[in-house]
């Protein structure tokens, strides 16, 4: 007996396995347009007033069969006889940190030289292979006065369900999803984010980086202002995805499918194609219960019962 038993167990159980459609994550919610208010006073930038000389992108890995990020930004071009020329750069030396905070992206890069005084001394912390070492350099006033950056909005639909400019020496919430992780904290829209986690944020592109490593739900510090005001600090639980089961069969047997939305879904035991033994289907408030095909009753009934 105990062998029979095995030998029926068995495919079962295989069946199972083969049968059994895993979670699917619902979709992200989409994130509102910028009120055009909070988007009129982003657009006074500050124009650089100093000259460095070095042009610099992402320190990313250059392969897009393995792209990784890693720390610091690679210098790309130093023009002759410019500051980063005089101290030694040269292309492919990577700056780890400017004034003595870390740098991970161009935007923040640019930031921090702009916040310098012409003819000031800036520490940078340099790597060029293996070592790494600090050079003072002395930036100089620019020759001519540059145009002020063109910034572009860069949206995060993952962790903060916000639209980020920079502006006001952080970064802007141009806009956020009333039931997303900043609405719910009280931050609202206009709000300038100085710090995340005590560490300074100068860019959208280093915002988004800091939080898109983080799990979805994890909880983080805040530090935000709106203009002209004190700041604060604000607790805030970046947005997790629900996980919700679409599919789940085991052929003849059992089975159940629900739409991503939630908003409809069916229960079936013993389907035997033209005929089952139970079966269970909801469409919003509706429900439809039906026993060996003929026996049927709704609550709330609506399309489905109209079907029948």
Same mark, same amino acid.
């Given at each position: ?8 167990? =068995?495919?079962l159980?295989g ?28 657009? =006074?930038?500050p ?6 000389g070095?042009?610099?992108?992402? *320190?990313?890995?250059?392969s897009?069969?393995d ?9 790309v071009?130093?023009?002759d006889g410019?500051?980063?020329a005089?101290?030694?750069?040269? #292309? ?8 003595g905070?870390?740098?991970? &992206? ?6 921090l ?7 000031? #001394? ?8 293996? #070592? ?9 006033e620019a =020759? ?5 950056p ?13 639209r980020?400019?920079?502006?006001? +020496? +952080?970064?802007v ?8 992780p ?6 609202? *829209?206009?709000a300038?984010?100085?710090h ?9 592109? =280093? ?10 739900g ?6 935000w ?21 679409l599919?789940?069969?085991l ?19 013993? &389907? ?15 429900h ?15 399309l489905l019962?109209?079907?029948?």
């Amino acid at each position: 007996m105990r062998s029979i038993t095995r030998r029926i167990h =068995a495919p079962l159980l295989g069946l199972t396995l083969l049968s059994f459609t895993a979670c699917t994550m619902v979709p992200t919610r989409p994130i509102p347009e910028p009120l055009p208010e909070v988007l009129a006073w982003t657009q =006074a930038q500050p124009v650089p007033t100093v000259f460095f000389g070095a042009e610099v992108r992402e *320190n990313d890995s250059g392969s897009l069969d393995d792209l990784f990020f890693a720390p610091g930004v690679r210098v790309v071009t130093v023009a002759d006889g410019s500051p980063a020329a005089q101290v030694g750069m040269r #292309a492919g030396d990577v700056v780890l940190q400017l004034a003595g905070e870390e740098i991970n &992206d161009p935007d923040s890069f640019e930031v921090l030289l702009a916040l310098q005084v012409p003819d000031s #001394a800036l520490i940078l912390q340099v790597q060029r292979g293996d #070592a790494i070492f600090e050079i003072e350099a002395h930036v100089r006033e620019a =020759a001519m006065p540059a145009s002020p950056p063109t910034l572009v909005a860069v949206a995060e639909p993952a962790r903060t369900l916000a639209r980020w400019i920079r502006g006001g +020496g +952080g970064v802007v919430i141009l806009a956020s999803h009333p039931e997303g992780p900043l609405a719910k904290s009280g931050i609202p *829209n206009g709000a300038i984010v100085t710090h995340l986690d005590g560490a300074p944020v100068r860019s959208e592109r =280093a915002l988004v980086r800091k939080v898109l490593v983080k799990e979805p739900g994890t909880d983080v510090l805040m530090t935000w202002h709106m203009p002209s005001n004190k700041s604060q600090e604000t607790h805030v639980t970046l947005y997790a995805p629900d996980n919700r089961l679409l599919e789940a069969t085991l052929p003849v047997v059992i089975g159940y499918i629900s739409s991503a939305d939630g908003e409809s879904s069916t229960l079936y035991v013993g &389907d035997l194609w033209l005929i089952w033994l139970f079966k269970y289907q909801r469409e919003g408030r509706e429900h439809h219960y039906s026993f060996l095909r003929f026996i049927t009753w709704s609550t709330n009934e609506g399309l489905l019962g109209s079907e029948q």
